[in-house]
């Protein structure tokens, strides 16, 4: 059963006008909340933790995921003043992914060098 009228078709400026006002509807700390929570999985998936055993993961890339958690770590550190209530989990998810990076590389950084380290502070 293949329906033309069901595939989205290209954006139109109508649709780029409409998602432009609904984003500016959302509030700055939502915005921020998920960008965080996007890098966060992310990254997540670049160690590998969404697989059963992360050391096997085809999706495994330390590199990426470093790149992506020092972004999540600039982004937390530029924006904490504005995170109330959600800048704890999202900074214990930040520092949960700068542990596992730690703990999953073949030669750990030193303790300040790590992704992100050098906005957060070390990790242990």
Known sequence: MNDASAAPGPATSDDTL???????????????SRAAVMLMSAAAERLGLADEDPA????????EARRLITALA????ASVEYLGPHAAPIRDGLQSLQKAFREYSAFPDEPGQGPGEKFTGPVY
Not at 18 to 32: G, K, M, T, Y
Not at 57 to 63: F, G, T
Not at 74 to 77: A, P, Q
Request: proline content about 7%; overall charge negative.
């Open 74 to 77: 600039g982004l937390v550190t």
């Open 56 to 63: 096997t993961s085809p999706r495994r890339d330390l590199d």
């Open 18 to 32: 409409d998602n432009a006002r609904e984003l500016a509807d959302i509030p700055s700390v939502e915005v921020i």
